[in-house]
């Protein structure tokens, strides 16, 4: 099966070529011209590398770059960010926020293809080591995006994806709220909306007798048992 490359990019000839280019070398590419339609796919499927601008409406790359970053499925996943030449404010930021590489407009196509190769080899041995959690009959792989209840694979969006690595990133430990508002869905949601217990109960739902595992700790906040 061919690596799959998202390229969120707001320059509609830019981002034709790039894709066009990365398919005739083998990817299966994906373009997004908007963040909100990249988050949107990644609630399907986590590709195998990201290409990122900076400069995107709604939200910038950088910013993006922090939320896959802060999140358990995606830390490890290579990110090359497109920037202006010459931006040196901005690859300081992006390496600070786990960048694997950095491409200047105007860049040529071989450079492109060169560049996520380099990239998609140096981080293959990290690949190849997944994390793997598991509770009872609920089994998940983070890097993989695989979640299995009973030997059953479950499909889940990327929040509630995201939700359950944080929990069992910290197994035993109770995260309140505040805290998974915060890891999930940043700082400026809502805090006194159900949010965080809606999506618990999709996820318990979805993961049926498994998600038995998730533990309410009332008034506090959720976990999963040691």
């Known amino acids: ?17 790039v894709v066009y280019t990365l398919e005739s070398q083998g990817f299966n590419a994906q373009g997004f011209e908007r963040p909100s339609l990249f988050w949107k796919a990644m609630d399907g499927q986590i590709p195998d590398l ?3 601008d900076i400069m995107l409406p709604e939200e910038d790359g950088l910013s993006i770059l922090r939320r896959l970053r802060s999140a358990a499925a995606t830390k490890k996943l290579p990110v090359i960010m497109l920037t202006a030449k010459n931006a040196e404010y901005d690859r ?6 786990g960048a694997d590489d950095f491409i200047s407009k105007p860049f040529g196509m071989m450079e492109l293809i060169a560049r996520v190769r380099a990239v998609m080899r140096r981080v293959q041995p990290q690949q190849n080591s997944y994390t793997e959690y598991t509770s009872g009959e609920l089994y998940v792989c983070p890097e993989k995006h695989i979640v299995k209840a009973s030997g059953i694979p479950v499909t889940l969006t990327y929040k509630e ?5 944080l929990l069992f990133e910290n197994k035993g430990m109770v995260l309140t709220r505040d805290v998974l508002m915060d890891k999930v869905w940043g700082s400026g949601f809502d805090r006194e909306n159900r949010t965080v217990d809606v999506h618990i109960r999709s996820l318990r739902s979805k993961l049926g007798a498994a998600g038995a595992c998730i533990e309410t700790v009332r008034g506090i906040g959720y976990k999963i048992g040691v």
């Open 161 to 165: 994806f995201e939700m359950l690595c």
């Open 1 to 17: 099966m061919s690596d799959i490359i998202y390229f969120v990019e707001d320059d509609d000839s830019i981002r034709k070529l």
């Open 92 to 97: 300081v930021i992006g390496l600070d926020n």
């Open 50 to 52: 990201i290409l990122l």
